[in-house]
């Protein structure tokens, strides 16, 4: 099956900048996740979806970043405006459903360097 | 809320010889346990995973954990090292129910020729 795919691989951009990721999850997987992982730490939730349904987005600063998933199937994450904190790797990952006793899918994920 | 320490930034091992990579838990409940790689530039890639049953669960490549309720530890092990096994490697848990997995900070194993 085909993996979950994410552009663009790299990005870079002023601060004060807008920037938008994109994600095509794995056919089917009604469970969609953003993660943020900033270098040198792990990976941390900024939005779960179920099917085109926000399920938590408790860590999403949601004053600069939105998260969108139309239609349950592909998803977009903007930063408006972005920070010099903002730098780090955004992974997008999916599963079947959010309660699978399987792991995630993760995409390769976009790295963000913000200038 | 759920949490995962990993205590060492970095393990170095020769290659050859076995290598454990440390993962300690707190979660409300039933565990839902997983480790995850991630080589440079890439995504994360699943290893193994302890659901229930036996507390020495194997993955990928050779992986293996040991699920210890008591101690509430689930360490990476495998038994022979590669060179090629020099990487990222995370801890993550989940409640039961619907929530997201929280992830440790992750220790950087590096497998010495």
């Known amino acids: 099956e085909a993996g979950v795919a994410q552009s663009p691989r790299y990005k870079i951009i002023e601060k004060r900048q807008s920037v938008a990721f994109w994600c095509n999850p794995i056919?089917?997987?009604?469970?969609l996740y953003w993660y943020q992982q900033i270098l040198g730490q792990g990976p941390k939730l900024l939005i779960q979806?179920?099917?085109?349904?926000?399920?938590?987005d408790s860590q999403l600063p949601k004053d600069r970043f939105s998260a969108e998933r139309l239609k349950g199937v592909d998803s977009t994450l903007k930063i408006q405006p972005a920070k010099l904190e903002d730098s780090a790797v955004y992974l997008c990952?999916?599963?079947?459903?959010?309660?699978?006793?399987?792991?995630?899918?993760f995409g390769s994920g976009t790295r963000l360097t913000v200038v | 809320a759920q949490s995962v320490a990993q205590p060492e930034d970095q393990v170095n091992v020769a290659e050859g010889n076995p290598l454990t990579v440390k993962c300690t838990y707190s979660?409300?409940?039933?565990?839902?346990l997983f480790w995850y790689v991630q080589y440079p530039n890439r995504g994360l890639q699943f290893l193994l995973k302890?659901?229930?049953?036996?507390?020495l669960v194997k993955g990928s490549y050779g992986f293996e954990a040991e699920f210890n309720k008591s101690q509430t530890s689930f360490h990476l092990k495998k038994p022979s090292a590669l060179v090629s096994d020099s990487a990222l490697y995370f801890c993550?848990?989940?409640?039961?129910?619907?929530?997201?997995?929280?992830f440790g900070k992750g220790t950087r194993l590096s497998v010495i020729a």
């Open positions: 056919s089917g997987h009604a469970t």
């Open positions: 993550a848990v989940r409640a039961a129910g619907n929530t997201p997995l929280v």
């Open positions: 990952a999916s599963s079947l459903t959010a309660t699978t006793n399987y792991g995630y899918t």
């Open positions: 302890y659901i229930t049953g036996d507390n």
């Open positions: 979806f179920q099917n085109n349904g926000v399920v938590d």
């Open positions: 979660v409300s409940g039933n565990p839902y």
